[in-house]
């Protein structure tokens, strides 16, 4: 069974830029969560969708948004990116049967803002 | 509302010595507790889980930890490092009907030869 997959895995973008990254869950998962992991912070959890619907959502500005498909795949979004925005975000999936199932997490993709 | 405080941001043990990391929550309900390991350039992957019954947990790769609910506490231990163990080791908590997990801030193990 194919894990988590996170594409790209590298990017290089500039202030001001819009950037899209994607994730794949494994097949059958329909909850999708999305984290940024910084040095400073640790992991901070971004949004999570279950069935194309956002259904929890952190502490982030309006400028970081996301999406589901009906085949479950994630994108998330980040709009007028600034220094700070660069980190590693993760994407991981889980089957969703309850608080106590664990998550699968993809390899991430590492964002430079320059 | 829940949180979790992992003491050390870094923790050095040489190879063959004990290893324990430590992880205190916050909860207001029984919680369910995690430990993840991420080794460089990698997503995270789960070490152990605790749900409910043994608050002893033995998970992958010989580690294991014990819930304390008087202390609360999920430490995790190894009694021999390898050079292998070295990553970044992260605690989570989830409790009260919420899906999402909160991480601690990592903390990253070094093993010297």
């Known amino acids: 069974k194919a894990g988590v997959t996170q594409t790209p895995r590298y990017l290089i973008k500039t202030r001001g830029q819009q950037v899209t990254l994607s994730c794949s869950p494994i097949?059958?998962?329909?909850?999708v969560s999305w984290y940024q992991q910084t040095p400073g912070q640790g992991l901070q959890f971004l949004f999570e969708?279950?069935?194309?619907?956002?259904?929890n959502k952190g502490n982030f500005p309006g400028r970081f948004s996301g999406r589901q498909f009906s085949n479950s795949r994630s994108e998330m979004n980040v709009s007028t990116l600034e220094l700070g925005d660069s980190a590693l975000y993760l994407c991981?999936?889980?089957?969703?049967?309850?608080?106590?199932?664990?998550?699968?997490f993809g390899s991430g993709t590492q964002l430079s803002v320059l | 509302a829940q949180s979790v405080t992992q003491l050390g941001s870094h923790v050095s043990v040489s190879e063959g010595a004990l290893v324990l990391l430590r992880c205190n929550y916050s909860?207001?309900?029984?919680?369910?507790l995690f430990w993840y390991v991420q080794y460089p350039n990698q997503g995270l992957q789960l070490l152990l889980k605790?749900?409910?019954?043994?608050?002893l947990v033995k998970g992958i790769n010989g580690f294991e930890a014990e819930f304390k609910k008087s202390e609360t506490s999920f430490h995790l231990t190894k009694p021999s490092a390898h050079m292998s163990d070295a990553a970044e080791y992260f605690c989570?908590?989830?409790?009260?009907?919420?899906?999402?997990?909160?991480f601690g801030r990592g903390t990253s193990l070094i093993v010297h030869p």
């Open positions: 969708y279950f069935s194309e619907t956002q259904r």
């Open positions: 991981a999936s889980s089957t969703d049967r309850g608080t106590n199932e664990k998550l699968f």
């Open positions: 989570a908590v989830s409790s009260g009907g919420s899906y999402i997990p909160t």
């Open positions: 097949s059958g998962h329909r909850s």
């Open positions: 909860s207001s309900v029984p919680p369910y």
């Open positions: 605790y749900t409910t019954g043994a608050t």
